[in-house]
């Protein structure tokens, strides 16, 4: 089996900072896509930035020029910072992983979430 598990959530009051890390772990030949979205009550899960394994990025227009995702293959680890916290960005994140398994072909995975609060 493969887990996500994601680190790195609090609470930050406006203008400030949080880093996100999501490590992968199990039985992995290979991650393809990563992604963070978020979540907040009553709404649907939305995302938010997505990194190839080659480290091409996308971001959703709402985080452009605050969120930054990056990754780390050989710790098989996604990262987002997070910079310039509004307390828009209040969610629980999620990471997400497109992974190839040795055991059980390609999944897509999910981590357990990470509450982010933003609030002074």
């Known amino acids: 089996q493969v887990q996500l598990v994601e680190s790195g959530g609090g609470l930050v009051q406006p203008g400030g900072s949080l880093r996100l890390s999501c490590a992968a772990s199990g039985s992995i030949l290979r991650i393809n896509d990563m992604a963070w979205y978020h979540q907040t009550p009553g709404k649907q899960r939305e995302l938010v930035a997505t990194?190839?394994?080659?480290?091409?990025?996308n971001y959703a227009d709402s985080v452009k020029g605050r969120f930054t995702i990056s990754r780390d293959n050989a710790k098989n680890t996604v990262y987002l910072q997070m910079n310039s916290l509004k307390p828009e960005d209040t969610a629980v994140y999620y990471c997400?992983?497109?992974?190839?398994?040795?055991?059980?072909?390609?999944?897509?995975?999910w981590g357990q979430g990470t509450l982010v609060t933003v609030s002074s």
């Open positions: 997400n992983a497109g992974v190839k398994t040795v055991f059980y072909g390609s999944r897509e995975v």
């Open positions: 990194i190839t394994n080659g480290g091409s990025t």
